[in-house]
């Protein structure tokens, strides 16, 4: 079984090593590099880097995390990224959401919660850190809870292929539509069917429709 390589993206390089020892110690994970802000990600990225999942922090220099995970949810969607922050923000983890983030985790967090995290984003699923889901539901952020929802959980892209299968275009004429390959647009509808633990189109449909994300 091949490992699941990762990269770490902190601006201190006291995570990095941290999450390193971590990685390094068990057996399914492999670490493949650190870098301290987006920009360095980005670069590695392009210069085909082998990366399958990054925990990447918010707050960074140069290219803060928000920027990064959007950009790498358009230009290579397949990499999966766990948002990593000091702040357990019900706010700050829907902009990651909505930025393509799969998860979200406290610097703070467990060992034993880091690796599930990893284990659970890795199978397209998402994963938030137990002190944040505390906030979320917490009685005196009762406003922030009730507005998140399964629809929180999609990306931009992902709401806008969503409209397109509603309108019954083919994985072409989605792919030729948003300028990207029909392998994207498969990785997009694959994760959409998985956040929304939808079996197919048809329940994509119905759901869009009762959620007005797509409107008859």
Request: some cysteine; overall charge negative.
């Given at each position: 079984?091949?490992?699941?390589?990762?990269?770490v993206?902190?601006?201190?390089?006291?995570?990095?090593?941290?999450?390193?020892?971590?990685?390094?110690?068990?057996?399914?994970?492999?670490?493949?590099?650190?870098?301290?802000?987006?920009?360095?990600?980005?670069?590695?990225?392009?210069?085909?880097?082998?990366?399958?999942?990054?925990?990447?922090?918010?707050?960074?220099?140069?290219?803060?995390?928000?920027?990064?995970?959007?950009?790498?949810?358009?230009?290579?969607?397949?990499?999966?990224?766990?948002?990593?922050?000091?702040?357990?923000?019900?706010?700050?983890?829907?902009?990651?959401?909505?930025?393509?983030?799969?998860?979200?985790?406290?610097?703070?967090?467990?060992?034993?919660?880091?690796?599930?995290?990893?284990?659970?984003?890795?199978?397209?699923?998402?994963?938030?850190?137990?002190?944040?889901?505390?906030?979320f539901?917490?009685?005196?952020?009762?406003?922030?809870s009730?507005?998140?929802?399964?629809?929180?959980?999609?990306?931009?892209?992902?709401?806008?292929?969503?409209?397109?299968i509603?309108?019954?275009?083919?994985?072409?004429?989605?792919?030729?539509?948003?300028?990207?390959?029909?392998?994207?647009?498969?990785?997009?509808?694959?994760?959409?069917?998985?956040?929304?633990?939808?079996?197919?189109?048809?329940?994509?449909?119905?759901?869009?429709?009762?959620?007005?994300?797509?409107?008859?």
């Open positions: 079984m091949d490992k699941i390589k990762i990269m993206v902190d601006d201190h390089q006291v995570i990095i090593d941290g999450m390193e020892a971590i990685i390094n110690n068990t057996n399914d994970l492999e670490f493949v590099g650190g870098a301290l802000n987006g920009h360095q990600v980005i670069e590695a990225i392009e210069q085909e880097k082998d990366v399958d999942l990054i925990l990447m922090d918010i707050n960074m220099p140069e290219m803060d995390g928000l920027e990064c995970t959007s950009y790498l949810n358009k230009h290579h969607p397949d990499i999966r990224v766990i948002a990593l922050s000091m702040h357990d923000n019900p706010r700050l983890a829907k902009r990651m959401i909505k930025n393509g983030a799969f998860g979200f985790l406290l610097k703070n967090s467990s060992k034993e919660n880091i690796l599930m995290a990893i284990a659970e984003v890795s199978k397209g699923k998402n994963f938030f850190d137990p002190q944040l889901m505390s906030a539901f917490d009685a005196g952020n009762k406003k922030s009730s507005s998140f929802g399964k629809k929180d959980l999609l990306t931009k892209r992902e709401l806008e292929i969503i409209q397109l509603c309108q019954e275009k083919t994985t072409g004429e989605i792919a030729d539509e948003l300028s990207i390959s029909t392998h994207t647009v498969e990785s997009h509808r694959a994760n959409i069917l998985l956040k929304l633990e939808l079996k197919n189109s048809v329940g994509l449909a119905k759901w869009a429709i009762q959620n007005e994300v797509y409107e008859l």
